[in-house]
């Protein structure tokens, strides 16, 4: 069985997330983001009556750590670009 961790990375691959704030409130990312955390979140937030559920689920993302996943994946690419360059 995979962990949340997982399965939320699959989600963001599957869509070719490279960053959070590609993450559109009313695109498909997001709606299975949403569907997916749909137990989790609270009605008033899912209802974005007490709260704003793009925030829910980004202030989720980073409690998973996925943020910083992002950002190391983001990092590693640029120094092979631009190792690649040196050459």
Do not use: S
Not at 14 to 20: E, V
Not at 38 to 51: L, Q, S
Not at 59 to 76: A, P, S, Y
Request: hydrophobic share 30%.
């Amino acid at each position: 069985m995979k962990t949340e961790y997982e399965q939320v990375r699959e989600i963001l691959k599957k869509y070719n997330i490279k960053d959070l704030e590609e993450i559109e409130y009313g695109k498909d990312c997001f709606g299975e983001l949403l569907d997916y955390f749909a137990e989790e979140i609270p009605y008033g937030v899912m209802k974005a009556r007490e709260g704003d559920p793009d925030q829910w689920i980004f202030d989720k993302l980073c409690e998973l750590g996925i943020d910083k996943e992002l950002e190391r994946e983001q990092e590693h690419i640029a120094k092979h670009y631009q190792w690649k360059d040196m050459i």
